[in-house]
């Protein structure tokens, strides 16, 4: 029997899953996905600041040349049309539909069909470095599938040579990781098949670099953007421990075991598939998964403003190891199997992260009620409880704040201000470290971690604020600070207005007494 898309309505069927991939973000209204509400919020400043005389008291936003731009330029261009929010979605959108064609393109171009394995891997669109939110790096790594399958299509010739320097262009520009992504599938390619045509090391590392010398053409706006950008600095370097980690929780999202399990079958079925004299292995791929997991194990935890850096390549190694295995003379009965197997275990992840997403969201609306007592041009101070790292929760609303700079036009403390990775400048120097983002965060006590809420609040300057609103702990936990009163409280958030006291007649007097609970 034909394999899963070899039949007449293959093309409706590789259609349907690409589909398919989409719904778990189709009908979302706020993502709730952690650094995509931070996006927001910039997203909010570089399309309506000039507009906003009271943000741009704090704000500043200059376009600048940087590989960090893919949603940002898209937002900026559909704005007009869509709304920010509405552009916002259809940046997350293009995700699944861009990472989900280029899985069964590349499978297609490399083994003829689509092969129940790229079913497989398409779950792994919704890794953690999406779920995450980091949005600019997924598009560009989807582009660079997309690109890396018209490379192999071309072939090589002038053509290729020519086309590609403005795709590597433009995938940098959306994201440097999706340029070095590139770089990796391409590498691979040329070093497969150059060496099994000549068999000499030296001629295959050059007519490499012959081949891949077009996409080179990023290292001069990269090295003029390293120039002017200031550095975030680079840490994390070979934590083993903490790599397995990632590698071994890279479909995490909100059921521990579950997650695992579902991260462990694939790599089972990688290690099955490298010994099993039923499935055969592309050279090209399988050269570029063991690259991408050899930079995975040497990149550190941290490079210019990215955090989380080696957790974002890991489970692009698992997907391109998947990519590169074929079955080739297994009976039509195992083949169908295999395929059903790959079909239910997709469904599987895509309708638990539907749940998952529709459920944050709806708990998300429900922090947001807090936003009825914040003023539009408050001066907001969040502070947002992580778990313990010993915990599998993910701090998803760790930007909650920046929804409120969205909906209310208020000062938020959670954006990004760093040239390395963005071109928005936050000025609030009253505010000191607590202007920008990961001073918002604290830990709680159980996990004898730094900051506590405690430590957070002593140190924070809450007259450069108007509001202080603190999400995670329940009220009655919250440590007393004098100049906070209590105006609104939920289960696990409380908003607390700062006491600005007037001078009268000599006397200081609060103005704020009357809301004291």
């Given at each position: 029997m034909p394999t899963l898309l070899r039949k007449r309505g293959g093309l409706l069927v590789a259609v349907l899953l690409v589909l398919?991939?989409?719904l778990p973000v189709a009908f979302l209204k706020t993502p709730p996905m952690i650094d995509v509400l931070g996006h927001m919020g910039r997203?909010?400043?570089?399309?309506?600041?000039?507009r906003q005389p009271f943000l741009q008291t704090f704000y500043a936003f200059h376009w600048q040349l940087l590989g960090n731009l893919g949603?940002?330029?898209?937002?900026?261009?559909?704005?007009?049309?869509?709304?920010?929010v509405g552009a916002t979605r259809v940046a997350i959108l293009l995700v699944p539909l861009l990472a989900g064609s280029g899985i069964l393109l590349l499978s297609r171009q490399v083994h003829g069909r689509v092969t129940p394995f790229a079913v497989f891997a398409?779950?792994?669109?919704?890794?953690l470095p999406f779920t995450w939110g980091f949005l600019n790096f997924s598009l560009a790594m989807a582009c660079a599938l997309l690109a890396f399958t018209l490379w192999l299509r071309l072939g090589g010739g002038a053509m290729r040579t020519t086309l590609f320097i403005p795709l590597s262009l433009a995938v940098w520009l959306c994201h440097t990781f999706g340029w070095a992504f590139l770089g990796i599938l391409c590498t691979a390619e040329s070093l497969a098949r150059r060496h099994e045509e000549t068999r000499s090391i030296p001629s295959t590392l050059i007519e490499t670099l012959r081949d891949c010398a077009p996409l080179l053409a990023p290292l001069v706006p990269m090295l003029m953007w390293r120039s002017t950008a200031a550095s975030a600095g680079i840490d994390g370097w070979f934590d083993i421990k903490e790599k397995a980690t990632w590698l071994i929780s890279t479909l995490r999202l909100r059921w521990e075991w579950t997650d695992l399990l579902s991260a462990g079958l694939l790599i089972t079925i990688v290690c099955a598939g490298l010994y099993s004299r039923r499935i055969t292995i592309d050279r090209a791929l399988a050269l570029a998964a063991a690259i991408a997991f050899a930079t995975f194990l040497l990149l550190p935890r941290q490079i210019f403003g990215s955090v989380f850096a080696d957790m974002r390549l890991a489970p692009y190694a698992?997907?391109?190891?998947?990519?590169?295995?074929r079955e080739n003379d297994a009976s039509d009965r195992g083949r169908r199997l295999l395929s059903l197997c790959a079909v239910a275990f997709l469904a599987f992840r895509l309708t638990l992260t539907t749940h998952v997403y529709q459920e944050r969201e709806r708990e998300l609306e429900d922090h947001l009620a807090a936003l009825q007592v914040i003023p539009e041009a408050a001066r907001l101070a969040t502070l947002i409880e992580l778990p313990c790292h010993s915990e599998w929760a993910l701090p998803w609303y760790s930007h909650i704040g920046s929804v409120a700079l969205v909906r209310k036009h208020v000062f938020a403390n959670d954006q990004w201000a760093n040239s390395s990775m963005n071109p928005l400048q936050v000025r609030f120097a009253e505010a000191g470290r607590f202007a920008t983002d990961d001073r918002q965060l604290f830990y709680p006590v159980r996990c004898g971690m730094t900051p506590t809420l405690e430590q957070s609040l002593r140190a924070m300057p809450i007259r450069a604020f108007t509001h202080v609103w603190i999400v995670g702990p329940a009220p009655a936990a919250i440590p007393r600070r004098d100049g906070l009163a209590r105006i609104w409280q939920s289960a696990d958030a409380t908003v607390f207005a700062v006491d600005r006291p007037l001078i009268v007649d000599g006397?200081?007097?609060?103005?704020?007494?009357?809301?004291?609970?």
């Open positions: 398919a991939t989409m997203y909010e400043l570089q399309t309506g600041l000039d949603a940002d330029l898209l937002v900026q261009a559909l704005q007009p049309l869509l709304g920010m398409l779950a792994l669109i919704y890794a698992l997907m391109l190891a998947l990519l590169a295995l006397q200081r007097i609060s103005k704020l007494s009357k809301l004291q609970p």
